[in-house]
């Protein structure tokens, strides 16, 4: 009887040393701003559900969504995260403080997903009506802050020519809008599809503002160095994801909408406005990695209007695009 428990507790931990074994080197947790609630983060989804990370050899067992690039960066930091997707700004803030930090894919070209919208009745219907408006944005310093000075340049207006509005937030600004707070509020998908019914459009941001880098891949210097194969496998399920979602709409925005808990037709309509909807010669809203040094340059440019980035960006010293594949380094123009 012993010598039969002897042999039975020598199996047991047998199984349970190989039970460890199969356990893939490379699972791990990610973290994307915005996650679940905003479109950038979308591909991930996709990614997950159809397995892309996981055949290109990464096993991302779980995604945090951060409400901010600087909280991305941080949880990156601390957690010791291989991988994060965060806004350039907090991206290039970071590195230039001193965060063991590279940028090493380019996810979304355009700030496509926002629109401004106003109440059905406004009398907003092109740039020139928005002097002596009262114009939203979500909080000093903020991309809706940026954005609405962007669209003042290209109206030919001066801040002073129109009124800029605190609003503390996008579902605050929906409402002090609604309320007759203020005329016109930058909005991003999906809660403007999810609002069309109660509001307009007055303009959408890929039709009056050219393109605008508004989020990358990061990776942490010691990731880079101990597992530089495990960061490209998730920039491979990445890529292999948008590819999906071109090819793929409704299974994608099913994906999607199962992922975010909501509707899986406002998510086909974002889906439609990302992929299908598009200006002439404009560039693609979300990138497969390969690097836009325009938008990006777009980007810290409307960073520094708002006060954001106050000194001289050299991406010789932030950007790393040996993660990408092969056909996808170099950059655009």
């Known amino acids: 009887m012993k010598t039969r428990m002897v042999g039975m507790t020598a199996i047991a931990f047998l199984l349970l040393v190989l039970s460890f074994l199969a356990v893939p080197v490379h699972a791990i947790e990610i973290d994307v701003t915005n996650y679940g609630t905003t479109t950038n983060g979308m591909p991930y989804a996709v990614g997950m559900a159809r397995g892309f990370f996981k055949e290109a050899g990464a096993n991302i067992t779980g995604i945090r969504g951060s409400e901010g690039g600087g909280t991305t960066i941080r949880n990156m930091l601390g957690g010791n995260m291989p991988y994060g997707e965060s806004s350039l700004a907090a991206a290039v803030l970071a590195i230039q403080g001193g965060a063991d930090l590279k940028i090493i894919s380019h996810t979304v070209y355009t700030v496509a997903e926002f629109y401004w919208l106003t109440k059905p009745d406004s009398t907003i219907r092109t740039l ?145 406005n990302l992929i299908e909807k598009k200006v002439p010669g404009a560039l693609p809203y979300w990138a497969a990695g390969q690097f836009n040094w325009d938008s990006m340059n777009n980007m810290i440019r409307a960073q520094r209007l708002v006060g954001v980035i106050k000194t001289d960006v050299d991406w010789s010293k932030m950007v790393d695009e040996s993660f990408l594949p092969a056909d996808l380094r170099g950059g655009g123009k």
């Open 128 to 272: 020139k009506d928005l002097k002596g408006k009262r114009i939203g944005f979500t909080n000093p310093q903020s991309t809706s802050q940026a954005l609405d000075y962007l669209l003042l340049e290209a109206a030919g207006l001066k801040d002073s020519d129109v009124e800029l509005i605190k609003t503390g937030g996008f579902g605050v600004g929906l409402t002090a809008l609604a309320h007759g707070g203020i005329d016109i509020m930058p909005i991003a998908d999906p809660l403007w599809t999810l609002n069309q019914g109660k509001f307009r459009a007055a303009f959408w941001a890929a039709e009056v503002l050219p393109p605008l880098c508004n989020v990358v891949g990061l990776t942490t210097g010691r990731a880079a160095k101990e597992n530089p194969e495990l960061i490209r496998a998730i920039v491979a399920g990445r890529r292999k994801a948008v590819e999906f979602m071109q090819a793929n709409l409704d299974e994608s925005a099913r994906i999607i909408a199962n992922d975010y808990q909501i509707d899986a037709a406002a998510v086909r309509a974002v889906l439609r």
